[in-house]
């Protein structure tokens, strides 16, 4: 009876060292869409793609200051899920939160399927399904054992993404000023030489901020990450503070440079990725094995994100009755050991659903997520505005503030609204937004039927 007790007190430990949740908080931001995916982004805009990352960072920043004022004021492994059940009702706890889960256990063998191709394209005779096993497999051991391997894991992975782009920026900076010594190229001309600085117009500007958004998300890991760690808030404060820098020195500086070196047309960027194209235009021997292996690190340390996310996040839903009560199982190192296996079998599947029927079913679970992103920022926002509001009437003070409340958070709701509505209406992305509204609805409707089913139950 006594062990049973135990068990049931069992709640997440504080595994995670300051510095691991600092480079995780990092690491957030930086996954293999600035390596690889930003050349889709170029191609679509431009130069002016710079102005399409501003906007984006800029809504992220505020979007983030909006989570951390909630976050120092209660540290939750489930957070935005748990803010949003609090101030909006246990529907939208529930909803956004099996989204959020649905997100990541799909981006877990996105991620694992390209580290794989890049492992098969050097030892070919290794068949590219079962890299991906392997590196799911591996990850999924860490996670298992303590929370301290998934910590260690990652802050090596977010060392070597940043230690990479730094490089890059000191690299292509050098070559911008004329003192790269492998290539005679300068200048920053190419910011405006082929067709001007937005070729394609302003409406491809706005296109190219639903390509980058998918770039930033992850950087509200460092909320569900922080309720493992001694002095959480203290975390959040600082991860939240920061996350202007770096977003202005790992996107928009190193964009910069890759507009200004590499003309947005050249064919071979879109082919190579946009880090490797600008390497090769530098002459920098062995470019493609130096970016093969940063981005194969970016994939998987987002593949160890998004399954210590998905399982906390999962975990989160099951202490508050909103899952299978076991997925709220604590081992004794303090891993919720359920939640990471069964999000980890969703990888699997997911996995095993690319390579049974190729470009078929998983591209079509892969199209629901197009607008989950928005939608959890559209929910942090509006919780926000409630829970401040609600704050502000009971005198309650709060360590962190939203600048400028309620007028930037209405902005930000505003901003997230329109963007969705731009996406219904166009043609390239309406496909999307209407999967994951199927989705959303769905999520909805077992929500409103478990609840029914409770309040039935009760009055029995």
């Not at 935005?80 to 799909?106: D, N, Q």
């Amino acid at each position: 009876m006594a062990s049973h007790d135990n068990k049931k007190q069992r709640s997440l430990q504080h595994g995670l060292t300051s510095r691991q949740v600092s480079m995780i908080s990092i690491a957030g931001i930086i996954g293999a869409g600035l390596f690889i995916g930003s050349s889709n982004a170029i191609a679509t805009a431009g130069p002016a793609i710079l102005i399409s990352y501003a906007m984006t960072g800029l809504l992220v920043l505020l979007v983030m200051r909006m989570l951390g004022e909630m976050a120092i004021a209660n540290p939750n492994s489930g957070s935005f899920s748990t803010y949003a059940s609090e101030a909006i009702g246990p529907w939208a706890g529930f909803t956004i939160g099996w989204l959020y889960w649905w997100f990541w256990v799909l981006i877990i063998p996105v991620e694992a399927i390209a580290g794989a191709d890049i492992l098969h394209a050097y030892f070919p005779g290794v068949p590219s399904w079962l890299f991906a096993f392997l590196i799911m497999l591996v990850l999924a051991g860490t996670n298992l054992v303590s929370v301290k391997n998934f910590g260690a894991f990652e802050y090596w992975f977010a060392l070597v993404k940043v230690v990479a782009i730094i490089a890059f920026i000191v690299v292509s900076g050098l070559a911008v000023f004329g003192f790269w010594p492998l290539a005679e190229v300068s200048g920053v001309s190419r910011l405006w030489d082929h067709g001007g600085f937005m070729p394609n117009g302003f409406g491809t500007v706005l296109g190219g901020v639903l390509i980058t958004i998918f770039s930033f998300f992850g950087a509200e890991i460092v909320t569900i990450a922080a309720d493992e760690t001694a002095n959480p808030k203290d975390k959040i404060r600082r991860a939240t503070n920061l996350v202007v820098y770096r977003i202005a020195i790992f996107y928009l500086a190193s964009i910069f440079l890759v507009v200004s070196l590499v003309a947005w047309n050249d064919p071979a960027l879109k082919a190579v990725g946009s880090f490797q194209r600008v390497l090769e235009v530098l002459n920098v021997p062995g470019a493609k094995l130096l970016v093969d292996l940063v981005v194969l690190v970016a994939v998987t340390s987002c593949m160890n994100s998004g399954l210590y996310t998905a399982s906390r996040m999962l975990y989160s839903l099951g202490a508050r009755g909103q899952a299978l009560s076991m997925t709220k199982r604590i081992s004794g190192s303090g891993v919720p050991t359920v939640a990471v296996l069964f999000s980890t079998l969703a990888g699997f599947a997911g996995c095993l659903v690319n390579y049974v029927f190729p470009g078929k079913v998983f591209g079509f679970l892969l199209s629901t997520t197009g607008a989950i992103a928005l939608l959890v920022y559209l929910v942090i926002a509006v919780s926000q505005l409630r829970m401040r509001a609600r704050a502000e009437r009971e005198g309650r003070p709060l360590e962190l503030k939203m600048w400028l409340f309620p007028y930037l958070t209405w902005l930000v709701i505003g901003t997230i609204v329109m963007v969705l509505g731009y996406m219904l209406f166009s043609d390239a992305y309406r496909y999307e937004t209407l999967m994951t509204a199927g989705v959303t609805v769905f999520i909805l409707l077992v929500s409103l039927t478990q609840r029914r089913g409770r309040v039935v139950a009760q009055a029995a």
